[in-house]
């Protein structure tokens, strides 16, 4: 393999087709001594010889002749038959690597004809991306070896799991999830179809190691919480933005709080509803906040006996802590009505710090996220201490915004231009690589970006899990086929 030329920070490199050991992302590492540049691969194509369209019209045309072979006395055929064969490669420059170290601002360049070229293999990969830390989270293999990132590189950052569906990404999520929880975080689960709800299972059926970490949270069963629980603010929110209720009625609902909490000991559903009806006010106004309130109660979630405490269940020990919000089956009201009180209470107590900073772990948060809290979330509450992964095969359900502060992007296949497009808005890659390289990734193949690679995008083939999940999708014909094996 020799390196043919470069133009700005890509490379044109030929090589024989049996020296092509590596796939579209790897990498290769060009010289030997104190330096050596770094090449991730993006494409592979033929060379352009000079006289092959010659070449294979010559060919095809002796194939008409019976294959009767021309006159070739110094078998000079051969030769040019393995020229024709040559494939060029274009690579991106990542940087050189000096004394164990990526620069990117020296201009070296290795020699032409004599400088070898090799794969990179995954321990000089992780000796280039690894950022400070020692807590790993082992992901799959760069090759043939075992590739891991830190989870302190998840750490304080904002990070985005997305591809096409069924190309992997919950899987992704789990296994991060173990890795972090094993390292002793927290992190909340926001789990749209019940998919985390097994995970203190191993596919066997036996304990998993996360088994005494996880905690199912329902809603309406063993997840309930008063009126004072959730406070007139967050009440006022839920109004406003679960249930669209106008200002003038919101205003009324907050003059009926304020009394109920001077004139009686405590603000319940009942004494909220008995004012609603008796109190003076427009009669649209009291119909208008008589239908939420019924509604907020036919909920289950918040009724007067409710009491779910949720400083004591994330707890401040050192141990890791999975808690997973079972939102399936849950109205759309109401699984907005539970995720806002979630992150108002979740703000609380980090603002308070009566609560260690955590993991959200947020599936398709579009459905039950209100517009207002993305920013909320990406800015403030990321402040507070709440580390959002979002995790989407509808890339553009989430604000640009969100992708250009995204620290890690851990990207599957996409084969539509406008998704990847999308991703490639993320700031810590160029649009290109995220482009190239989303468009050809195989199944299980993660192309992962940012921090946790030190800015080199590295594609990863993803390991299997021994952790039970529940989110494979129901199908008619499976069953049908085994009942057909069965009764054969
Ligand atoms: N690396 C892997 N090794 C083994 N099995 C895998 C791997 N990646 C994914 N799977 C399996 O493939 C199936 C689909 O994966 P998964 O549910 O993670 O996809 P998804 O991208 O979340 O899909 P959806 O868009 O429907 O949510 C699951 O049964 C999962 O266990
Ligand atoms: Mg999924």
């Not at 406070?231 to 919101?250: I, K, N």
């Not at 959002?388 to 996409?414: H, K, W």
């Amino acid at each position: 393999m020799r390196i043919f030329q470069k133009a700005r920070d890509i490379a044109h490199l030929l090589c024989s087709p049996d020296e092509m050991d590596f796939c579209v992302g790897d990498y290769l590492v060009a010289g030997g001594g104190d330096n050596s540049l770094l090449l991730q691969v993006l494409d592979v194509s033929y060379a352009d010889v000079p006289g092959v369209l010659e070449d294979i019209l010559r060919d095809l045309s002796a194939e008409q002749t019976d294959g009767r072979s021309l006159f070739d006395p110094y078998n000079v055929s051969s030769l040019s038959l393995l020229m024709r064969e040559i494939r060029a490669v274009e690579a991106k420059v990542r940087g050189v690597i000096s004394s164990g170290k990526l620069r990117t601002d020296t201009v070296w360049l290795p020699d032409r004809f004599s400088s070898p070229i090799r794969r990179a293999d995954a321990d000089t990969l992780m000796s280039l991306t690894a950022q400070m830390g020692h807590r790993a989270i082992s992901l799959g293999k760069v090759g043939e070896e075992e590739f891991s990132i830190q989870a302190e590189s998840l750490d304080g950052g904002l990070t985005i799991i997305t591809g096409k569906k069924e190309s992997g990404k919950s899987h992704m999520a789990k296994i991060l999830l173990e890795g972090l929880i094993s390292h002793g975080a927290t992190v909340v689960v926001l789990d749209l179809n019940g998919e985390y709800l097994n995970l203190n299972r191993t596919k066997s059926g036996e304990k998993s190691a996360i088994e005494k970490a996880l905690r199912i949270l329902e809603p309406g069963v063993n997840f309930r919480v008063s009126p004072e629980q959730v406070g007139l603010r967050c009440f006022m929110d839920v109004l406003e933005h679960v249930y669209g209720t106008p200002p003038t009625s919101c205003r009324e609902f907050a003059r009926i709080w304020h009394v109920l909490e001077r004139e009686e000991s405590r603000v319940t559903l009942r004494s909220l509803i008995n004012m609603i009806n008796r109190s003076p006010m427009h009669e649209a106004v009291r119909e208008a906040l008589m239908s939420r309130v019924m509604s907020i109660e036919a909920s289950s979630f918040v009724c007067d006996d409710g009491t779910t405490d949720l400083q004591s269940l994330l707890g401040r020990d050192s141990e890791g802590s999975l808690v997973v919000l079972n939102l399936r089956n849950l109205q759309q009201t109401t699984r907005r009505l539970v995720v806002e009180f979630l992150l108002s209470t979740l703000s609380n107590l980090l603002r308070a710090d009566l609560v260690r900073p955590l993991f959200l772990l947020a599936e398709e948060a579009h459905l039950y996220l209100r517009e207002t809290y993305w920013d909320d979330i990406v800015t403030r509450m990321r402040h507070l201490g709440l580390f959002p992964i979002f995790v989407t095969n509808q890339p553009d359900s989430i604000p640009d915004s969100v992708y250009r502060q995204a620290d890690n992007v851990f990207l599957f296949n996409f084969s539509n231009e406008a998704d990847l497009e999308k991703v490639s808005k993320a700031s810590r890659v160029d649009g290109e690589s995220i482009r190239t390289l989303g468009r050809s990734l195989p199944p299980r193949r993660c192309l992962l970006v940012g921090r946790m690679v030190g800015d080199i995008p590295v594609v990863v083939k993803v390991r299997d899990s021994n952790l039970q999940t529940m989110g494979q999708t129901k199908l008619i014909f499976k069953d049908k086929e085994l009942v057909a094996q069965v009764s054969s």
